[in-house]
Structure formats: C-alpha cells, structure tokens
C-alpha cells in the first residue's frame, strides 16, 4: 500500500483533473452540437490523462537529473527514500506515453493525419517541456505552452476526433481553460522564483520579475472570463453560458493574495484556488453548453 501511495503521489492527482478539463469541455461541446461519438470521446480522455501522467513523471524525472529538485526535498515525488526510483519513473513516463500513442493510433484510423499531428505534438511537447537540450520550462516557454496545449489544442482537438469538423466557437472555448491553466503555472512560478533561479530555471518570474508575472495572472483570469461573451457574440446562441464569467467576482480574495504576497504558505492557497476555479468553470461551461 505504502508503495501504491508513492505511485499516487507522484502521478500527482490534482493535475489530472486539471488535464480532464478541457477535454472535458471538447466532449460536452460535441454532444451539445449533436456531433459526439463515446468511443472517440473515451479514448480521448484517457489518452489526455496518459500524457499528462507521463509529462508529469518525465518533468520530475528530468527536474532531478538537472538539479532543479534534489531527492527527499519538498518538491521531490521520485528519487528518494519511499518513493519511486529515478530508473522506475523514466519506465513509467516512457509506458505512459507509449500508450498514449495507443489511444492516439485509434483516433488517427477514424480522423487521420489531423489526428496525428496533435498526438504527436502533445507528447513530443510533454517530454520536452523539462527534457532535451532547450527544455521550454527552463527557457520561459512553459507559459505558452500551457497556454496552448491545455487550451484549444485540446479542447478543439477532442471535438474534432468526434465530428471531423473545426469549429469556430470550439477554438475559442479551447481559450479559457488554457489561460486558466496558464494562471495556475504563473501562481507556481512566482512561487518558486528563488530556487528556480538558482537552477537557472529561467521562467517567466526569474526573467521578467514576480510584479510581471502577477499581472499575467490578473491578465489570464480576466481573459478567461471574457472567452463566453465571446461565444455569445461569435454564435448568437445560448446565452447561459454567459453564467460563468461571473465566477470572477467570487475570485476576488485569491487574486488579492496573489496580488499582495510572497508567502509560500499564501501561494499554495491560491494555486489550489486557482486549479478549483478552472474545475469549476470547465464543469459549469460544459454543463450549459450541452443541456
């Protein structure tokens, strides 16, 4: 049992729901439009699940043998004493995106290079985030790619595996939970400014500053809570999904700490606060776009 925990720990398991958001909202979004197909949908989001399971052993994994965790430090998952080796997590990571490229070979026989396209940058893009030469976490790329891959690759990405169609209002969904994703990497870096410095981990706070990076995350909710009135006025249609850009207003004190306060203890808070409001947005979102 006490290893099974270890496995849990590391896989870390608030960062899947996190990852299940998105696709989450790519499958309402699709059944909502009459265009949803359950084995794809399935398929996606164990898929999705896989990849992030894999990104986040690889991360830890390659954090490591870089210096930017140390084993049996605060943020060390693998490496250490009662938790799994560093040779353990390199064969966990490379199972997890093998049979991520499982559910992607399916998807690819119904959608067809599409398909493979996103597959193949999703986890090329995972592995990469902390490994190889220019890892894009140590360049200040993290953002972006959060941004990206956590936003309209993966919510228009699972529409289209259903309906074989893009779709406008798709990608601009997609927008929302990538930059409330990106609010919640920005909340964790200007956390961890000083040891990623130290690492020469160059993330947006080691480059730019904490203020810069307290401003994008300011920046990223407010987007993010513009992303349905930009439906409503692309569409014309369903205005109850305006209902979750009021979530902001009950967002208020978060932002006030993140704003304010450099205490880890603080941060923790709001990166928990953080990642509940992208749950709670992508389920109410789904929710009124697919009664």
């Not at 930017?68 to 693998?78: F, L, Y």
């Not at 199972?95 to 998807?107: E, N, P, R, S, V």
């Not at 993140?258 to 953080?274: C, K, P, Q, W, Y």
Request: proline share 5%; charged share 15%; net charge positive.
């Amino acid at each position: 049992m006490r290893k099974v925990l270890s496995w849990l720990i590391a896989v870390r398991p608030k960062t899947l729901a996190v990852a299940a958001a998105p696709v989450g909202v790519g499958i309402a979004m699709a059944f909502g439009d009459g265009v949803g197909h359950v084995p794809s949908a399935v398929v996606a989001f164990v898929g999705g699940l896989l990849i992030q399971i894999g990104t986040n052993l690889s991360n830890d994994y390659f954090d490591l043998k870089r210096g930017a965790d140390r084993p049996g430090g605060r943020e060390a998952r693998i490496g250490g004493v009662g938790t799994p080796s560093l040779p353990e997590a390199k064969w966990a990571f490379i199972l997890a995106f093998a049979l991520a490229g499982l559910c992607c070979a399916y998807l690819v026989a119904r959608g067809g290079w599409p398909i493979l396209v996103i597959g193949l940058l999703s986890i090329l893009s995972g592995l990469l985030y902390t490994a190889g030469p220019w890892p894009l976490a140590y360049l200040g790329l993290g953002d972006l790619f959060v941004l990206v891959f956590f936003g309209p690759v993966a919510v228009a990405g699972t529409y289209y595996v259903q309906s074989f169609e893009w779709n406008g209002a798709v990608l601009l969904a997609g927008l929302a939970p990538g930059f409330l994703s990106t609010a919640i990497l920005a909340v964790n870096n200007i956390r961890d400014a000083e040891t990623d410095g130290l690492v020469n981990k160059r993330t947006l706070a080691v480059r730019m500053g904490r203020p810069f990076v307290r401003q994008e995350y300011l920046l990223c909710l407010l987007a993010a809570m513009a992303v349905p009135v930009g439906i409503f006025l692309l569409t014309g249609v369903k205005p109850r999904i305006l209902l979750p850009s009021a979530l902001i207003f009950f967002f208020i004190p978060t932002v006030l700490d993140v704003m304010a306060s450099s205490e880890r203890r603080v941060l923790d808070r709001a990166l928990s606060r953080t990642a509940g409001l992208l749950m709670v947005y992508s389920i109410l979102f789904s929710v009124l776009w697919a009664i």
